[in-house]
């Protein structure tokens, strides 16, 4: 098997699924599901960077 193997950056569970994800100064954390992602980021607000991407899909 070649496959990357990430754990959840809050529980430690293994992620099956790349789309719960965060950029933060310490680069970019990945979840195994919404729930993580959202904890961590109530615990982790100051070290959390703005989603370039998704600023220039809005076209303000
Ligand atoms: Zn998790």
Known sequence: ?????????????PVEVFAFTLKTK???KMFCCEGCKGIFQLLNEDEL????????????
């Open 1 to 13: 098997m070649t496959d990357i193997k990430k754990i959840c950056d809050l529980c430690g569970l």
């Open 26 to 28: 310490e680069g970019v």
């Open 49 to 60: 960077l703005p989603d370039d991407d998704q600023d220039k899909s809005l076209n303000k």
